[in-house]
């Protein structure tokens, strides 16, 4: 099993859409959560990032951890075709060398 | 305007060549990576440094090498004996410590024919 499960898609959805992106993991140090989003032929960029259990909001997006069940969520509101990208969740603790999830593809469709 | 530059974009090069991918910061930070990301595998570590001459090998080491003399720069250099070289290449850096992210270059895709 690896230590960060990501389902990779593609996940298809409408435009203005709500969506949820997740990642579970196993590692219980874990401690720091971050999301970046990955455009074709582009590095990742930083999205959002969290400490611990609790939610994070930044314009339309919503970071979520839930550390008792190993579980992070990443939601878009009002997602737009501009949003179409893969998105990677990275986790790190015990090591400043994060772990990466593979990345889930979304593609939101006008 | 604070970031990280890998060069070229684009690389080709034949079976049998060695070739250096390059990799600078101007954010200065003393940590710096290599990925390595192929269709469906996610990111896979490469090699990482810590400090200026110092590096360690990542997950899938064989077959590349890096030099860390200075603080902004991290070559790659993928030799012939990497069986499958042909790959998006990514460049990071961080503050060092758990609770820094990772900042990406805009990576470098390799071709090897």
């Known amino acids: 099993q690896k230590e960060v499960e990501q389902d990779p898609g593609p996940l298809s959805v409408p435009e203005g859409a709500i969506v949820s992106l997740n990642c579970t993991y196993s590692n219980s140090a874990f401690q720091y959560f971050m999301w970046y989003r990955q455009y074709s032929r582009k590095g990742p960029e930083l999205l959002m990032y969290?400490?611990?259990?609790g939610n994070k909001e930044d314009g339309r997006f919503t970071a979520q951890v839930d550390k008792s069940s190993k579980y992070i969520s990443l939601f878009i509101r009002d997602s737009q075709p501009s949003d179409s990208a893969t998105y990677l969740c990275?986790?790190?603790?015990?090591?400043?060398?994060?772990?990466f999830g593979r990345g889930t593809s979304l593609i939101v469709h006008p | 305007d604070g970031g990280i530059t890998q060069s070229p974009k684009y690389l080709f090069r034949k079976e049998g060549q060695n070739v250096t991918l390059s990799c600078e910061q101007n954010l200065n930070h003393d940590a710096m990576y290599w990925y390595r990301q192929d269709p469906g595998q996610g990111l896979r570590l490469i090699y990482y440094?810590?400090?200026?001459?110092?590096?360690q090998k990542g997950d899938i080491a064989e077959g590349y090498s890096v030099s860390r003399e200075k603080k902004e720069s991290f070559p790659l250099t993928v030799t012939s004996a990497q069986k499958n070289p042909t790959a998006f290449y990514l460049c990071a850096s961080s503050i060092v410590g758990m609770e820094s992210p990772l900042h990406f270059g805009n990576g470098t895709r390799l071709t090897v024919t």
């Open positions: 990275a986790m790190s603790g015990g090591s400043y060398i994060p772990t």
């Open positions: 969290t400490y611990s259990s």
């Open positions: 440094s810590q400090i200026v001459n110092d590096f």
